[in-house]
């Protein structure tokens, strides 16, 4: 699945998108930073409630496909802006973080 599938599948909000075919491989709940820095899979979709720049750091040192902001969190404008510039695909959606891991897990596990 890429990410634009996932974006499409779960009807995610894109902050910011930037590599559209980038396959998401896994996906990984959290939002303690410095626990997603040592578990969190590249290639995964990361889900989390933080919004702050320093996640933009975190997704980047774990070569994740996308952040997904869950529970209707809206990025910080650093966070937005850092991920702009890193090139870090930034996404968002209403659905609680339990609910969207279900939806992915199905998804990926279908794919």
């Known amino acids: 699945m ?3 599938e996932l974006i499409d599948a779960l009807s995610l909000t894109t902050f910011h998108l930037d590599d559209p075919d980038r396959p998401v491989e896994g996906g990984y709940c959290g939002d303690l930073l410095s626990w997603v ?7 995964g979709a ?4 933080m919004s702050n720049v320093n996640v ?3 997704a980047s040192l774990t070569d994740v496909s996308c952040v997904i902001l869950a529970e209707g969190v809206v990025p910080d404008p650093p966070l937005l802006e850092r991920a702009r510039t890193q090139g870090i695909t930034l996404l968002g959606t209403q659905l609680p973080v339990f ?4 939806r992915l897990g199905g998804l990926i596990g279908a794919s």
Request: aromatic share 4%.
């Open 99 to 102: 609910d969207c891991a279900c």
């Open 46 to 49: 990361w889900l989390t409630i």
């Open 56 to 58: 933009a750091a975190v």
């Open 37 to 43: 820095m040592g578990r969190a899979p590249a290639g």
């Open 2 to 4: 890429t990410v634009q």
